[in-house]
Every structure is written in C-alpha cells, then in structure tokens.
C-alpha cells in the first residue's frame, strides 16, 4: 500500500479555520506537509494551483480541495493511495 502525499496550505488570517483543518489531520494521523502563505514560494504555489490564497486548502495526491470542507475531504482521505510506479 501506497502512502498519501498531502499538503496543506494555510495563512495567518484564517487561524480558526487552519488550526480546524490542521486538528482534521492530526485526530486522524495523517502526516502532512504544511505550507504557509507568508512564504513567497509557497503562495506562488496556492495561487498556480487554485487561482487564489483561500485557506485551508488541501491538497492530496494532486487532488485539490479549497476550504475547510470536512465531509469532502474524509472523502479523498478514504480513497486507496495511489501507488507510484
């Protein structure tokens, strides 16, 4: 079995919405990359992805979801990792 790839992208102006999603993962041990908005490389990267800087933004195995959306992201969770070959 394959491992996950997640990232999460957070700011600083939506701390109570990061701090939930960061909570998501952590109840649930997922280990995850966490990228900062503050972080120039790391805002080029939210911005090329979703076209914007809303947080939180998860991001599994290149699947994209924009916003704390607990249901949809339980969702891409629950899928089989893929396998890199």
């Not at 960061?22 to 908005?37: A, C, M, P, W």
């Not at 503050?38 to 979703?50: F, N, S």
């Amino acid at each position: 079995m394959g491992d996950y790839h997640v990232t999460l992208f957070v700011s600083p102006w939506n701390k109570t919405g990061c701090d939930e999603a960061k909570d998501f993962l952590e109840n649930r041990g997922i280990q995850y990359v966490e990228k900062n908005t503050q972080d120039h490389g790391a805002r080029g990267e939210l911005i090329k992805k979703t076209g914007g800087l809303d947080t939180p933004t998860l991001v599994v195995n290149g699947h994209t979801v924009v916003g704390y959306l607990p249901n949809k992201w339980e969702h891409l969770l629950s899928e089989e990792p893929l396998e890199l070959t």
